[in-house]
């Protein structure tokens, strides 16, 4: 018996296909360039916030610098507040209990709901935080409007201490 090979039909690549997968390679390469540039963490399906309520710590120092000041919170721990805290940045409590939740709210009380506000936590990874998630949907209950969170993805010491950005002691 006598077997012919079969001949393989040679696909034939049109110029649009070949220039649709370059510019679908193209752009996966430019899209995770921009997100290993960006210092924050991502938005996850979950988070209360959008992608541009999220302040970068470089990008936050400058702004302080330039003389807008918006009210910062602290929303994490007594003892991290105390060794070391953001210039100017009020004790608000750690949201991740109700006592801090109540302190927070008390903290927020008098605050004008339409001025810029900017918390944040620092007390572990940001993926991990008890604290950040419960301030800010309970700030955004109160009617607050102009809420920033600022993204530490390692913790306050790393992202903002050792980064030699100003604290207040």
């Known amino acids: 018996m006598f077997i012919i090979p079969s001949r393989r039909r040679r696909r034939v690549r049109s110029p649009l296909r070949v220039l649709v997968f370059t510019f679908l390679c193209c752009l996966a390469v430019v899209n995770s360039a921009r997100a290993a540039n960006d210092p924050r963490p991502p938005v996850k399906a979950g988070d209360p916030w959008g992608g541009g309520d999220l302040l970068d710590p470089t990008s936050f120092a400058s702004m302080l610098q330039t003389g807008q000041k918006p009210v910062v919170l602290c929303v994490g721990v007594a003892l991290l507040y105390r060794s070391a805290h953001i210039v100017g940045a009020k004790y ?66 790393h992202d903002w201490v050792e980064a030699g950005l100003p604290v207040a002691k």
Not at 109 to 118: G, M
Not at 138 to 157: C, E, M, N, S, Y
């Open 92 to 157: 608000a409590g750690p949201a991740s209990n109700p006592d801090g939740l109540a302190l927070l709210r008390q903290t927020a009380r008098d605050l004008p709901r339409d001025q810029p506000l900017v918390i944040y936590c620092g007390c572990c990874p940001w993926q991990h935080c008890p604290n950040i998630r419960p301030a800010y949907a309970a700030l955004k209950k109160l009617g607050f409007q102009k809420i920033r969170v600022l993204a530490l993805p390692t913790d306050f010491h």
